[in-house]
Nanobody, 125 residues
């Protein structure tokens, strides 16, 4: 099982930036994909971005189109930490953000078995 701890959430005004971190520990096994999801009150949990963490050169990263061009996901293999850099934030980005580990690099919720506790991001207009 992989333990995941998110940090870096907070409150910003529209147009601002935040960087979320997700520290991974434990037995990753073949769970070589780290993804970020977000869930706003009363809404479903949606995928934001996913990165391959298994090494072997420049990792593949995929983004939901709602954040493409504004968010950047990276992974530090030396320290087992994923970073979600969020720029030009919008009020609709307000949500609880979760990182997750899984075996298939997808933004499908049901592919992920290990989850962090989440960190809140609030963007005011």
């Amino acid at each position: 099982q992989v333990q995941l701890v998110e940090s870096g959430g907070g409150s910003v005004q529209a147009g601002g930036s935040l960087r979320l971190s997700c520290a991974a520990s434990g037995n990753r096994g073949t769970r070589n994909c780290m993804a970020w999801f977000r869930q706003a009150p009363g809404k479903e949990r949606d995928g934001v971005a996913v990165v391959w963490t298994g090494g072997g050169g420049k990792p593949d990263v995929s983004y939901d189109r709602s954040v493409s061009g504004r968010f950047t996901l990276s992974y530090d293999n030396s320290n087992n930490v994923g970073y979600l850099q969020m720029n030009n934030l919008k009020p609709e980005d307000t949500a609880q953000y979760y990182c997750a580990a899984g075996r298939v690099c997808t933004l499908r919720l049901d592919e992920y078995t290990d989850w962090g506790q989440g960190t809140q991001v609030t963007v005011s207009s």
